[in-house]
């Protein structure tokens, strides 16, 4: 099952918006969210906070995306879960 959304977050003072796709995989899910044109995906861990992880296909390209972006991200995505 996959439902788009927009994911809207603040950071350096601007309002950012990503698009961003629910994939749920039997007891679990994972949120892709399309960033600078890379799909990184956003996974809870064991305290239900979201970590992300980048495909080995796109690292070359992932220097593009700055940290601070997908932290703020994972926190909005915390929020959104609770």
Not at 27 to 47: A, C, G, R, S
Not at 64 to 78: D, F, V, Y
């Amino acid at each position: 099952m996959e439902d788009s959304f927009m994911i809207e977050i603040a950071y350096q003072d601007k309002q950012l918006e990503f698009e961003a796709r629910l994939r749920i995989t039997g007891y679990t899910h994972k949120i892709e969210v399309i960033v600078e044109d890379i799909p990184v995906l956003f996974e809870p861990d064991e305290e239900r906070t979201y970590r992300a992880l980048i495909s080995p296909e796109h690292t070359e390209t992932s220097h593009k995306i700055k940290p601070g972006i997908l932290e703020a991200i994972a926190q909005k995505l915390e929020l959104l879960t609770r």
